[in-house]
């Protein structure tokens, strides 16, 4: 996407974006602030399940709604949307073969020097399952996942809830994985008046982005702790901002743990390792997703 500034190109990454768009309404900003990053070379946006208690549909609802935003950007015909698992793993050794987990694969067995990131806003089981048909694509990517409780205990938390045997496996395996655990990526705080001010402004893709927030703000008002009323967290749009500027202060290695049922942190071996962020620049990310959108409706005109 050309916003009147270049990026070298030594500098651009290729990337795979794999959401649970319709689960809720932050997935929306990351994808849109991905898909307007010049830095990026995007080779393909996979909607992700997150689980059967809202829908039975819910791969294709996300599916569904990473075409919506793609159509309100005129990007339509610009990147391919693939369908990923449409549930979780049912167990370690069986993979969900879907056209999500194939494009990984093959985007990572390319010829193309290029190095390869994938984004996780939700569930892991796309790349779960391309590790399980393919183990050679593990030094060919990094995976970047907005999941998991905070260290070093773990517990609840919805994208990790969604598939604890595909976690499983990836944290078995060799792929370099850069964990935002709930704790971090919850510190996207962004109020309404904000988001009123910064983003409904910015064409059709900034009403829309602005709209269906406010309209799942007011769905959820009877929830008992979230939302909170006049705030909101973009928790996703950490994967984004990392990609530009991986904060080299902000992370520790750690052992990658195992997941226990009630999704804590089983901690059993130290020889594999993993990237696990303690803290995130908001304000870098946020400003940045808002200019975006304010060069590329100054230069669309929608």
Same mark, same amino acid.
């Given at each position: 996407?050309?916003?009147? &500034?270049?990026?070298?190109?030594?500098?651009?990454?290729?990337?795979?974006?794999?959401?649970? %768009?319709?689960?809720?309404?932050?997935?929306?900003?990351?994808?849109?602030?991905?898909?307007?990053?010049?830095?990026?070379?995007?080779?393909?946006?996979?909607?992700?399940?997150?689980?059967?208690?809202?829908?039975?549909? /819910?791969?294709?609802?996300?599916?569904?709604?990473?075409?919506?935003?793609?159509?309100?950007?005129?990007?339509?015909?610009?990147? /391919?949307?693939?369908?990923? %698992?449409?549930?979780?793993?049912?167990?370690? #050794?069986?993979?969900?073969?879907?056209?999500?987990?194939?494009?990984?694969?093959?985007?990572?067995?390319?010829?193309?020097?290029?190095?390869?990131?994938?984004? &996780?806003?939700?569930?892991?089981?796309?790349?779960?399952?391309?590790?399980?048909?393919?183990?050679?694509?593990?030094?060919?990517?990094?995976?970047?996942?907005?999941?998991?409780?905070?260290?070093?205990?773990?517990?609840?938390?919805?994208?990790?809830?969604?598939?604890?045997?595909?976690?499983?496996?990836?944290?078995?395996? !060799?792929?370099?994985?850069?964990?935002?655990?709930?704790?971090?990526?919850?510190?996207?705080?962004?109020?309404?008046?904000?988001?009123?001010?910064?983003?409904?402004?910015?064409?059709?893709?900034?009403?829309?982005?602005?709209?269906?927030?406010?309209?799942?703000?007011?769905?959820?008002?009877?929830? !008992?702790?979230?939302?909170?009323?006049?705030?909101?967290?973009?928790?996703? /749009?950490?994967?984004?901002? #990392?990609?530009?500027?991986?904060?080299?202060?902000?992370?520790?290695?750690?052992?990658?743990?195992?997941?226990? !049922?009630?999704?804590?942190?089983?901690?059993?071996?130290?020889?594999?390792?993993?990237?696990?962020?303690?803290?995130?620049?908001?304000?870098?990310? #946020?400003?940045?997703?808002?200019?975006?959108?304010?060069?590329?409706? %100054?230069?669309?005109?929608?």
């Amino acid at each position: 996407m050309k916003l009147g &500034f270049d990026v070298p190109d030594s500098k651009k990454i290729r990337l795979i974006v794999n959401s649970d %768009a319709k689960n809720e309404a932050d997935d929306q900003y990351a994808i849109v602030h991905a898909l307007l990053t010049p830095q990026f070379i995007v080779k393909g946006l996979i909607g992700a399940h997150f689980g059967e208690l809202r829908s039975r549909t /819910s791969m294709l609802d996300s599916v569904k709604e990473i075409e919506l935003l793609l159509k309100l950007m005129g990007m339509s015909e610009c990147y /391919s949307v693939m369908r990923g %698992a449409e549930r979780a793993l049912q167990d370690e #050794l069986t993979p969900a073969i879907s056209e999500g987990a194939e494009l990984i694969v093959q985007e990572a067995m390319s010829d193309d020097q290029r190095p390869l990131f994938v984004i &996780f806003l939700g569930a892991i089981t796309d790349l779960a399952t391309a590790y399980l048909m393919n183990p050679a694509i593990a030094d060919r990517l990094t995976a970047v996942w907005i999941g998991g409780g905070a260290w070093p205990d773990g517990g609840a938390e919805f994208n990790l809830g969604n598939d604890v045997h595909a976690a499983n496996v990836v944290l078995g395996s !060799p792929i370099p994985l850069w964990q935002i655990p709930r704790n971090v990526y919850s510190k996207m705080r962004v109020s309404l008046a904000e988001l009123k001010r910064r983003v409904e402004p910015c064409g059709a893709i900034g009403r829309y982005l602005y709209q269906q927030l406010i309209e799942t703000n007011q769905e959820w008002a009877d929830h !008992p702790y979230w939302p909170r009323g006049e705030m909101w967290t973009l928790g996703d /749009s950490p994967a984004v901002g #990392l990609l530009m500027h991986d904060q080299p202060f902000d992370y520790d290695w750690k052992p990658a743990p195992r997941i226990a !049922p009630d999704l804590s942190y089983v901690h059993r071996q130290t020889e594999r390792q993993i990237r696990v962020y303690r803290d995130i620049d908001a304000r870098f990310i #946020l400003e940045d997703m808002y200019a975006k959108l304010e060069l590329f409706s %100054a230069i669309r005109g929608i």
